[in-house]
T-cell receptor, first 112, second 115 residues
Framework: GQQLNQSPQSMFIQEGEDVSMNCTSSSIFNTWLWYKQDPGEGPVLLIALYKAGELTSNGRLTAQFGITRKDSFLNISASIPSDVGIYFCAGQGETSGSRLTFGEGTQLTVNP | DGGITQSPKYLFRKEGQNVTLSCEQNLNHDAMYWYRQDPGQGLRLIYYSQIVNDFQKGDIAEGYSVSREKKESFPLTVTSAQKNPTAFYLC??????????????FGPGTRLTVL
């Protein structure tokens, strides 16, 4: 089946720093989604990408749909303590219907 | 307010018992999903349903069962056949046939502990 490699697994940064994380796939995806999960809660959708090369922002968050359609990137600028959580990428492939494939997540820790 | 509700938030069961987790949505979404999340891991798909009275197995369906009698509801039963049921269970829904059809929205989750 389709697999997503998400990196890094964890990040420890200082408040105010910028953050970058990415996901790569072994196959082409039509849709890339980025979620954030707080401890003990369900994931919340941050950004959805539908076209190769698309660059979309949501406040301090920016995500890009890779031109090869096999990767996506999420950047967080000027991090703040409430950015702490687990960030997941998810992709929808050409043959998967409405099913999503999720990455393993990036655990972000922000030190004040 | 539109959204997805899961109940209860915490659930304890004795080994050998079946237990049913509730998931309700008022978003008018056609598709609904159940995921399992273990500590430090990603989300694994248990079952999904794209329309009422129809559902498909996901990647880890063994030991679980579902029903989809109403558009709004997609309950998950964890049976005694599930060897390692202690986990965090997440329900999600998504629209179909529209722009944004693959955007899944999640409930708050149910943490199941087997004693």
């Amino acid at each position: 089946g389709q697999q997503l490699n998400q990196s890094p697994q964890s990040m420890f940064i200082q408040e105010g720093e910028d953050v970058s994380m990415n996901c790569t796939s072994s196959s082409i995806f039509n849709t890339w989604l980025w979620y954030k999960q707080d401890p003990g809660e369900g994931p919340v959708l941050l950004i959805a990408l539908y076209k190769a090369g698309e660059l979309t922002s949501n406040g301090r968050l920016t995500a890009q749909f890779g031109i090869t359609r096999k990767d996506s990137f999420l950047n967080i600028s000027a991090s703040i303590p409430s950015d702490v959580g687990i960030y997941f990428c998810a992709g929808q492939g050409e043959t998967s219907g409405s099913r999503l494939t999720f990455g393993e997540g990036t655990q972000l820790t922000v030190n004040p | 307010d539109g959204g997805i509700t899961q109940s209860p938030k915490y659930l304890f069961r004795k080994e050998g018992q079946n237990v049913t987790l509730s998931c309700e949505q008022n978003l008018n979404h056609d598709a609904m999903y159940w995921y399992r999340q273990d500590p430090g891991q990603g989300l694994r798909l248990i079952y999904y349903s794209q329309i009422v009275n129809d559902f498909q197995k996901g990647d880890i369906a063994e030991g679980y069962s579902v029903s989809r009698e109403k558009k709004e509801s997609f309950p998950l039963t964890v049976t005694s056949a599930q060897k390692n049921p202690t986990a965090f269970y997440l329900c999600a829904s998504s629209p179909t046939g529209l722009a944004g059809a693959f955007e899944q929205f999640f409930g708050p989750g149910t943490r199941l502990t087997v004693l």
